[in-house]
């Protein structure tokens, strides 16, 4: 049996007029995540976590923010499109393991949604997505409420 990890980060400015995406779901709040797709850095991460397991690259190899393709895509679309290339190359999703850093607003009241929606677009159990979420204690551009950012491990087992 093989068995890869792959970790994931990546960075959203936030600003008014923008929806906040987090884990597929949209969470109200009066700033939203800035992208070229929605922006759901939680997602983002973990895309790319799992395909750094794989060693099939990163998310915007796959999916540049410059193809007019993917302007304003849900980014479980994207998601699932990693899944499936992982598993046309033989591998099993096992876990992922995230943590959202936001000032504001509050993400412990929306992880078990965001839980069950990442869940039925990788195929997995809600048991094997761990979501946490932190703040930065009012330090730098996220305790600013300037931007937010994301981690993800990922391990993915073949034969």
Request: some cysteine.
């Amino acid at each position: 049996m093989k068995i890869r990890t792959g970790i994931g980060y990546d960075v959203h400015q936030l600003a008014e007029g923008y929806d906040l995406w987090l884990g597929g779901i949209k969470i109200p709040h009066e700033k939203g995540a800035v992208g070229h797709s929605d922006a759901d850095v939680l997602i983002h991460v973990i895309c790319d976590a799992l395909l750094g397991a794989a060693n099939l690259r990163d998310i915007g190899y796959h999916f540049s923010d410059t193809d007019p393709a993917y302007r304003g895509i849900d980014s479980k679309i994207l998601l699932k499109n990693v899944v499936n290339m992982l598993s046309e190359k033989g591998w099993e999703i096992q876990n992922v393991d995230t943590v959202i850093c936001l000032q504001r607003p509050k993400v412990n009241p929306h992880i078990p949604e965001m839980k069950e929606v990442l869940a039925a677009v990788m195929g997995v159990n809600a048991d094997q997505v761990s979501i946490k979420a932190t703040t930065s204690e009012k330090m730098g551009f996220v305790g600013r409420e300037e931007g937010i950012t994301a981690y993800a491990t990922a391990l993915i087992t073949s034969g």
